[in-house]
C-alpha cells in the first residue's frame, strides 16, 4: 500500500513537472511512476494469492472437523443400538423396562452395618468389595431380630444383616426390612428387648 501511496505522489508530481522543459526528466518520472505500478499490482497479486490459500486452509479445515463429527455421531448411534438391543434382549423383548416396574422391584444385600440412625442405614456389603451402602427409611420399614420388631436407631455398628431395598423415584434406595442376622457383641449388651 506504501507503493501504491507512493505511486499516487509520483503522478502528482508528474502533473507539477508537466511544465518543466526536460523531457528527460519527465521520462524518468514516468518511468518510475510504472515500476511503482508494477510492484502495486504484484504486491495485490500476491496478497490475493494468500488470502485464497488461507480460505483453502480454512475450508479443509472445517471439511475436517465435519467429517470427525459425523463419525462421533456414527459411534453414538451405534452405541445407543448396542443399549437398546442389550434392553431388548433383558426385557424379553417389550423394548424398555418401565420406571414404575425399576421402581418397585424389591432387592436384596447382605452386610454389616456401619451406622444406623432413625431414618439412616449405612452398611458395609462384602459381596460387593466392601463397598458402602447407603439407605433411607420411612415409618414403613420392619426391623426384626429373633422374631421380635426393633427400631432403626436401636441397630449397632457391628450387626450383621439381611436387608430389603427398592429404588424411589429419585434413585435413594428406600429400606423396607432389616433382619438382624447375627449381633455384635456391643449390640448385645445394648438391647434390653433382644433375649441375650
Request: glycine share 6%.
Amino acid at each position: 500500500m506504501r507503493k501504491l501511496m507512493a505511486a499516487v505522489m509520483v503522478v502528482s508530481g508528474l502533473g507539477l513537472v508537466t511544465g518543466c522543459e526536460r523531457k528527460g526528466d519527465v521520462q524518468r518520472q514516468q518511468e518510475n511512476v510504472a515500476e511503482a505500478q508494477r510492484e502495486v499490482v504484484q504486491e495485490q497479486s500476491e496478497a490475493n494469492q494468500e488470502v485464497a490459500s488461507s480460505a483453502q486452509d480454512a475450508q479443509e479445515d472445517v471439511n475436517e472437523a465435519r467429517q470427525d463429527l459425523a463419525e462421533e455421531q456414527n459411534k453414538l448411534a451405534e452405541k445407543q443400538y448396542e443399549q437398546l438391543s442389550e434392553q431388548d434382549t433383558a426385557t424379553g423383548g417389550s423394548g424398555m423396562v418401565s420406571d414404575k416396574q425399576a421402581v418397585n422391584k424389591l432387592e436384596e444385600v447382605k452386610g454389616t452395618i456401619q451406622s444406623a440412625s432413625g431414618n439412616n442405614l449405612t452398611l458395609i456389603v462384602p459381596d460387593k468389595d466392601n463397598q458402602l451402602m447407603r439407605f433411607k427409611s420411612d415409618a414403613q420399614v420392619k426391623v426384626m431380630h429373633d422374631d421380635k420388631p426393633l427400631s432403626l436407631s436401636s441397630l449397632k455398628a457391628g450387626d450383621e444383616v439381611r436387608a430389603s431395598y427398592q429404588m424411589d423415584p429419585n434413585g435413594q434406595m428406600l429400606l423396607r426390612s432389616v433382619e438382624v442376622t447375627k449381633t455384635s457383641a456391643k449390640s448385645l449388651n445394648d438391647m434390653p428387648d433382644v433375649a441375650k
